[in-house]
């Protein structure tokens, strides 16, 4: 499946959990902001989206 940068946070962790390794390497988790979007948090931050959709990616499969 590919992650979109729309997907909420919470719904990414609870679906992918092993997708957590990546966020918190980014300094994204899911104590705070879990409603956000994967896209809100990577603006937030100044993190590329497709750089972090692509690791995301590779940890998951």
Do not use: F
């Amino acid at each position: 499946m590919e992650i979109k940068p729309e997907i909420r946070l919470s719904d990414l962790l609870r679906e992918y959990p092993q997708s957590k390794n990546v966020l918190l390497k980014y300094g994204i988790c899911d104590c705070c902001g879990g409603n956000l979007s994967l896209q809100d948090h990577a603006r937030q931050r100044n993190i590329d989206i497709d750089t972090l959709l692509k690791e995301i990616q590779e940890a998951i499969s």
